[in-house]
T-cell receptor, first 113, second 114 residues
Framework: NAGVTQTPKFRVLKTGQSMTLLCAQD?????MYWYRQDPGMGLRLIHY???????AKGEVPDGYNVSRLKKQNFLLGLESAAPSQTSVYFC????????????FGSGTQLSVL | AQSVTQLDSQVPVFEEAPVELRCNYS??????LFWYVQYPNQGLQLLLK??????LVKGINGFEAEFNKSQTSFHLRKPSVHISDTAEYFC????????????FGQGTRLTINP
């Protein structure tokens, strides 16, 4: 049972480059989330989705875009990477509501030089 | 909007000693409260959650937490820790107004010394 899978696990970008992080879940969950984790700041929500074809902004959406074309996949895009986007990115999913258990992927370490 | 404060960024304890990780929240409405654990190089896992009912909540790995509405706290406790409990612990809160997200605290790094 794979759960939530993130690819890639590590990536180094130069300032201005673009990339897409992929999150896939095999639990038929409706809700999916992208968080970033920075030292001393916990996890902050970037964007989330409450179902296929829907997306919404979280706490720190600037500089990121997302898409949920298929229920099982949630993509996070950086159009023009900046050093401030150096972080660990986590994808999560939940069956339905926010007060249910979140299942997390193992994270993507992104460095922007 | 709700917020969460974890009062200690790091907590060192000796193996088999008790531990308490402190969490305070603020919200103008009823809340749901969670503790997640992150082991090194892994994603977060749910330890326990409070939605309603009994204020003492038991979770996995021998952890428990008590919801105190008057003090707006949700402290995590374990009577006897093991080396394997070394991890970062996150408190999180969500309100009941349909906000589709959790707000996480800054995290507490628990280090167990032999």
């Amino acid at each position: 049972n794979a759960g939530v899978t993130q690819t890639p696990k590590f990536r180094v970008l130069k300032t201005g480059q673009s990339m897409t992080l992929l999150c896939a879940q095999d639990m038929n969950h409706e809700y999916m989330y992208w968080y970033r984790q920075d030292p001393g700041m916990g996890l902050r929500l970037i964007h989330y989705s409450v179902g296929e074809g829907t997306t919404a902004k979280g706490e720190v959406p600037d500089g990121y875009n997302v898409s949920r074309l298929k229920k099982q996949n949630f993509l996070l895009g950086l159009e023009s990477a900046a050093p401030s986007q150096t972080s660990v990115y986590f994808c999560a999913s939940s069956l339905r509501q926010y007060n249910e258990k979140l299942f997390f992927g193992s994270g993507t370490q992104l460095s922007v030089l | 909007a709700q917020s969460v404060t974890q009062l200690d960024s790091q907590v060192p304890v000796f193996e088999e000693a008790p531990v308490e990780l402190r969490c305070n929240y603020s919200s103008s409405v009823s809340v749901y409260l969670f503790w997640y654990v992150q082991y090194p190089n892994q994603g977060l896992q749910l330890l326990l959650k409070y939605l309603s009912g009994s204020t003492l909540v038991k979770g996995i790995n021998g952890f428990e937490a008590e919801f105190n509405k008057s003090q707006t706290s949700f402290h995590l406790r374990k009577p006897s820790v093991h080396i394997s409990d070394t991890a970062e612990y996150f408190c999180a809160v969500s309100d009941d107004r349909g906000a589709q997200k959790l707000v996480f605290g800054q995290g507490t790094r628990l280090t167990i010394n032999p």
